[in-house]
């Protein structure tokens, strides 16, 4: 597309030629090698009055996707308060990953490796997303600010108060007590982006990445 095909006022216009002239007369910049510009065309450029910015994506890959974070907030350092547990917090996630089937850890050749045995998770958001639809990612409430007023939530399933033979450490009956793990919770939109070198899963639309100041995952 031609910049005289587009029809903005003069002011407007003009700005985005001069961001042109100067962007091409620019000096190379040294950028980590993931930092990618997005093509400074019309669709890479945001218009605000008279004024033009271009628009950059950064994209990381991460070699090794078997233990993933699930991130309760688009937060990466607050952590939570574990009720009735004084003194002990939430981390700002939790992992989830794929264990290997049939795999031996009394016989693990890699006992050095924290994440042997794993396999590499080809979807992490759905991964997460099966995390969050169990309500496994609101512990004690903490993302319950997350969840739009108008969702209709499961329905509480108590769990069967039935003696399954089962006995505690003490020789105690072990009888089931409190409600059944249920689907059908609030799940966010999820973007994957990178912390660590570790896939990190956010709540948030694809901007929360830059946002943050992390780069998004490179498929």
Not at 185 to 202: F, K, Q
Request: charged content about 20%.
């Amino acid at each position: 597309m031609n910049l005289s095909d587009v029809r903005y006022p003069a002011d407007t216009k003009q700005a985005v030629r001069n961001l042109l002239l100067q962007e091409a007369r620019k000096e190379p910049k040294h950028v980590p090698w993931w930092r990618k510009p997005a093509a400074l065309t019309f669709a890479g450029l945001a218009l605000a009055g008279s004024t033009a910015a271009g628009v950059y994506v950064a994209l990381a890959p991460v070699d090794d996707k078997r233990e993933i974070r699930c991130y309760f907030r688009a937060d990466l350092t607050t952590e939570h308060p574990i009720a009735g547990s004084p003194g002990d917090v939430w981390p700002p996630y939790m992992t989830t990953g794929i264990m290997q089937s049939g795999f031996d850890a009394k016989n693990n050749p890699a006992p050095e490796d924290p994440n042997a045995g794993m396999t590499q998770v080809t979807d992490p958001i759905a991964s997460c997303a099966a995390l969050w639809d169990t309500n496994a990612m609101n512990p004690d409430g903490i993302t319950e600010d997350l969840i739009p007023k108008e969702f209709v939530r499961p329905i509480e399933v108590q769990a069967p108060q039935t003696w399954s033979g089962d006995l505690d450490a003490e020789g105690n009956p072990m009888i089931p007590s409190g409600t059944l793990v249920t689907s059908g919770h609030y799940v966010p939109e999820l973007t994957e982006c990178v912390v660590e070198n570790s896939v990190a899963v956010i709540p948030g639309p694809a901007e929360v990445c830059a946002k943050l100041g992390i780069p998004a995952l490179e498929k």
